[in-house]
């Protein structure tokens, strides 16, 4: 875009860092941040600043991640925290999932999300202790996970999926379909799939 004349916006700047963060190129999405930062800081938002620590916290890079979280010019907000949570989760993290877990809770008391992070990142760490901790908390405030749904859309009418909802009118043809997708995948690889209903 610079080399045809094209000056980057926010929006074009979000997209290159959020493309560098799915692709885990951690180096380079700090120099395109980093670049921002020198050329043209008007144009970094709250949201370039939480897709950096997202990068971070996804790739590993904690202690990088908390510096940077330590050198924002402004409170980080939820996102943030959510962010560095989600990268504990999938590093097993403990120590700065809690910590984080506990920013995301002092800023909203009610947030499921974090809870489930955070009961996640433990069973994934093997300690079972904790999972069971914090469903007794959830259930004790009367908390529950929000159902995960899709849908999609044919011949104009939308059709609309809810984790553990098994009311749609077409659910037996749906599931027939699952397992026939499910047996052509066993017989054309090793994968191992269980369908829960």
């Known amino acids: 875009m610079q080399v045809s004349g094209i000056i980057p916006n926010d929006v074009t700047l979000l997209g290159l860092l959020w493309a560098c963060n799915h692709a885990g190129l951690v180096d380079k999405g700090f120099k395109?941040?980093?670049?921002?930062?020198?050329?043209?800081?008007?144009?970094?938002?709250?949201?370039?600043?939480?897709?950096?620590?997202?990068?971070?916290?996804?790739?590993?890079?904690?202690?990088e991640a908390e510096?940077?979280?330590?050198?924002?010019?402004?409170d980080p907000g939820l996102g943030f925290w959510k962010a560095l949570l989600g990268g504990c989760q999938i590093h097993s993290n403990m120590?700065?999932?809690?910590?984080?877990?506990?920013?995301?809770?002092?800023?909203?008391?009610?947030?499921?999300?974090?809870?489930?992070?955070?009961?996640?990142?433990?069973?994934?760490?093997?300690?079972?202790?904790?999972?069971?901790?914090?469903?007794?908390?959830?259930?004790?405030?009367?908390?529950k996970r929000v159902p995960g749904c899709s849908w999609i859309e044919i011949r104009s009418r939308v059709h609309v999926f809810v984790s553990g909802?098994?009311?749609?009118?077409?659910?037996?043809?749906?599931?027939?379909?699952?397992?026939?997708?499910?047996?052509?995948?066993?017989?054309?690889?090793?994968f191992n799939f269980e369908i829960s209903y």
Do not use: T
């Open 95 to 143: 120590e700065l999932g809690e910590f984080a877990a506990r920013k995301i809770l002092a800023l909203d008391p009610e947030d499921v999300s974090s809870y489930v992070m955070l009961s996640n990142a433990k069973s994934v760490a093997g300690k079972w202790d904790g999972v069971s901790s914090i469903r007794r908390e959830m259930k004790e405030k009367g908390m």
């Open 32 to 63: 395109y941040f980093d670049q921002a930062r020198l050329q043209e800081p008007s144009i970094l938002k709250p949201e370039h600043y939480a897709c950096m620590v997202d990068l971070l916290s996804r790739s590993g890079c904690f202690k």
């Open 165 to 190: 909802d098994r009311n749609h009118h077409l659910k037996d043809e749906i599931y027939r379909v699952l397992r026939s997708c499910i047996e052509q995948i066993r017989d054309n690889e090793s």
């Open 67 to 74: 510096l940077f979280l330590g050198d924002l010019p402004f």
